[in-house]
């Protein structure tokens, strides 16, 4: 029997992995979650232990993944997680892992999320999805035109993930001069024909409304193919559960052990995908949510109010990844905390759409979360400068900013004979001007990146103006069509 998914909301029709992979959100607004979480028995996870990263992402995709034919999937996997993709190991730390366990103390680890080309860890999924959607469209003969708006990480990720492959093209606005000088030179620099790098005269949230003019105009969306890889694609997801499952077993010797996790956190993706692990039956006994100043996410596990804010209300911190206000994942682990009470959660989203509060204290649904092990905290600029400093201090290594957010909160919730797994979702060099601030120096750069502001750039500057985007996106394809 295959997987069906359905919505968060209830009101749309259940579909298998294949066919919610290119789209976005359900019909009726909601999230895509499998009608139940596979589960692995004692004796699944005695086979599992010992199995490197491509072996244990095939056995656990291949639970969700159930209707493409095995043999595709795990190819389409083994050419995901290679060495040469996740390069960017610290020195000491095998490529080989792919997620390289990093001892820290006895029972305080870094699992290395971040040795992927864009130094961070939505390469773990992305890359995936780059070979997932290629091998779809070819199967349906299709082809897809990704418009998305970046201030960073995401839109570099779905660059390198999506560059040279058949059937796609990138569309990506980024704000003109807005993102550090790395960030830019890594999204620029890249010369592949399908990938267009529009630089918008406007800030982020001009390019955002850009993006949204353009899904807003369904002919137009249905003419042109356009497509997103925004964080709330399942696909996505169900990558990132197999590296809880990596760490898990690195950092212990029987499955008779527990480990906690902590997870810098923002749309609450990253963190979704460890609730999710856990219900799947591994070992975790807590998943901490840390989060920077913007802690709409420490608000709700410390009181069982969910109050989004809007976006004016976002600050801009050193820890930028996570600057959000409203999680836009979260609403997945709510319908399982609602034990999927899909009737309730609409109410309670109608809420969150308007603008609201939620209270998910009535009839003791707050109650409830102490029983999934998610705890959280928050962290400010000052702790994380201090946080780097001491990391290095102590333990001779250099973090960053988000991790710091990260460690800072892993910290509070350590507990004797159990292993505290810090995920490392970003490398230091990434964010020189806070390294400087923390350390006095810049942070250590992979030898492969260190000409890359000098590498020539590819870019378009544009006004912020949806109906010069729709024009580019109609010239770009049909001569791409006529070639
Ligand atoms: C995206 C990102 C995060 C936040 O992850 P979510 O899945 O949105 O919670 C944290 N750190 C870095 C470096 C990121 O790029």
Redesign the pocket.
């Known amino acids: 029997m295959v997987m069906q998914y359905i919505s968060t909301r209830g009101g749309s029709p259940s579909q298998n992995f294949s066919q919610i992979l290119l789209g976005g959100l359900a019909p009726d607004g909601g999230l895509y979650l499998p009608e139940s979480y596979p589960q692995f028995s004692k004796s699944d996870l005695d086979a599992m232990r010992g199995m490197n990263y491509r072996e244990l992402a095939f056995a656990v995709l291949s639970r969700f993944a159930d209707d493409i034919p095995p043999d595709d999937l795990r190819a389409l996997i083994d050419r995901t997680y290679t060495a040469s993709t996740f390069a960017y190991a610290r020195d000491g730390d095998s490529a080989e892992d792919i997620t390289p366990l990093h001892r820290l103390a006895p029972d305080l680890f870094l699992l290395a999320l971040s040795n992927g080309p864009t130094l ?3 390469d773990m999924a992305m890359q995936l999805l780059g070979n997932l959607f290629e091998y779809a469209l070819a199967k349906q003969h299709a082809e897809l035109n990704i418009v998305g708006a970046t201030s960073g ?1 995401t839109g570099s990720a779905a660059e390198y993930a999506m560059r040279g492959k058949r059937g796609i093209r990138v569309f990506m606005l980024s704000p003109l001069g807005k993102m550090s000088r790395f960030q830019t030179a890594q999204m620029f620099s890249l010369q592949d024909a399908n990938i267009f790098n529009l630089a918008v005269e406007g800030v982020f949230d001009d390019c955002q409304d850009m993006v949204k003019a353009i899904s807003n105009d369904l002919g137009f969306k249905q003419r042109y193919h356009i497509g997103a890889v925004n ?1 709330i694609n399942w696909g996505r997801i169900a990558a990132q559960v197999v590296y809880y499952f990596k760490g898990y077993f690195a950092a212990t010797r029987s499955n008779d052990e527990k480990v906690s996790f902590s997870v ?8 979704c995908a460890g609730h999710i692990a856990r219900m799947m039956g591994l070992p975790i006994h807590r998943l901490v949510v840390a989060t920077n100043e913007n802690d709409v996410l420490d608000e709700f596990f410390s009181t069982g109010i969910y109050r989004p804010r809007p976006s004016a209300q976002t600050l801009h911190t050193s820890s930028p ?2 600057d ?1 206000s409203k999680a836009s994942n979260f609403e997945r682990f709510v319908a399982d905390l609602l034990e999927r009470d899909s009737a309730s959660l609409s109410r309670f989203w109608r809420q969150v759409e308007l603008g609201q509060a939620v209270d998910l204290r009535e009839n003791g649904v707050f109650d409830r979360v102490a029983d999934y092990g998610l705890v959280s905290g928050s962290n400010t600029h000052a702790g994380r400068v201090a946080t780097i400093r001491a990391t290095w201090d102590k333990y001779a290594t250099v973090i960053d900013p ?1 991790t710091a957010d990260g460690l800072a909160v892993g910290l509070a919730y350590t507990e004797p004979g159990i292993p505290m797994i810090v995920l490392e ?2 490398q230091p060099a990434k964010f020189d001007d806070t390294i400087h601030e923390a350390l006095g120096r810049a942070s250590d750069r992979p030898a492969a990146l260190a000409g890359l502001e000098a590498l020539p750039q590819r870019f378009e500057v544009m006004p912020a103006d949806a109906g010069r985007l729709k024009q580019y996106i109609q010239t770009q394809t049909s001569s791409m069509e006529n070639k």
């Open positions: 961070a860890f939505k990480d964080s810098p956190s923002g749309n609450f993706g990253n963190v990844s996570m959000i988000h979702t970003a």
